[in-house]
């Protein structure tokens, strides 16, 4: 079992719907959850970053961790074509340390 | 300001060559991570530089790969008689130190081994 599961998609969803995404993990030691933005053959771009359960909101996109589940969320509302891209959950144990990353999931946004 | 930038963007080889790739870390960052990334196998890391601390050498795959980082702020990843199984991208990422666990990344080194 992967330390940190993530539906690959590809999720197709129509302009200014939401994108719901996911990440599930396995060890509670995990405390710094990101989520990254990855667009074809570029770098991935950090979006969101928390440390603590609850709801960050940065304009359109919404992250929410929920420690006793293990169960993080990232929700982009009004969605456009240019959130066409792959998302990538990233956890760390501690900071300053190495993050495991979920496998990505592929988002397409249709005009 | 400039972010995290790595050389070459792509690199072709012959399987049994030793590639050398290079990382330029965001100005001031004190922590340096190497990830590999490639298909079915996702974002894996490699190597975490921190200041001068010994680094963190778990996640290389075998002793072909080694790392360096120079005073402080460039590192460069050598793969030594590269194999068919290392193409990969490999990214690297900067952070400002310890206490942040926000990592920037650069855009890749896309190596090919033939």
């Known amino acids: 079992q992967k330390e940190v599961e993530q539906d690959p998609g590809p999720l197709s969803v129509p302009e200014g719907a939401i994108v719901s995404l996911n990440c599930t993990y396995s060890?509670?030691?995990?405390?710094?959850f990101m989520w990254y933005r990855q667009y074809s053959r570029k770098g991935p771009e950090l979006l969101m970053y928390t440390y603590s359960s609850g709801n960050k909101e940065d304009g359109r996109f919404t992250a929410q961790v929920d420690k006793s589940s293990k169960y993080i969320s990232l929700f982009i509302r009004d969605s456009q074509p240019s959130d066409s891209a792959t998302y990538l959950c990233a956890i760390g144990k501690a900071a300053g340390n190495k993050l495991t990353f979920g496998g990505g999931t592929r988002v397409l946004v249709k005009p | 300001g400039a972010g995290v930038s790595q050389s070459p963007s792509n690199k072709v080889t012959e399987k049994g060559k030793d590639v050398e790739l290079r990382c330029d870390p965001i100005?001031?960052?004190?922590?340096l991570y190497w990830y590999r990334q490639s298909l079915g196998q996702g974002l894996e890391f490699l190597i975490y530089f921190q200041g001068n601390s010994a680094p963190d050498k778990s996640g290389l795959p075998s002793d072909r790969f080694s790392a360096e980082r120079t005073g402080g702020s460039v590192s460069t990843l050598t793969i030594q008689r590269t194999q068919q199984e290392d193409s990969a991208v490999y990214l690297c990422a900067s952070s400002f130190d310890r206490g942040d666990n926000e990592q920037f990344f650069g855009p890749g080194t896309r190596l090919t081994v033939l």
């Open positions: 100005s001031g960052h004190t922590a």
């Open positions: 060890n509670s030691a995990f405390q710094y």
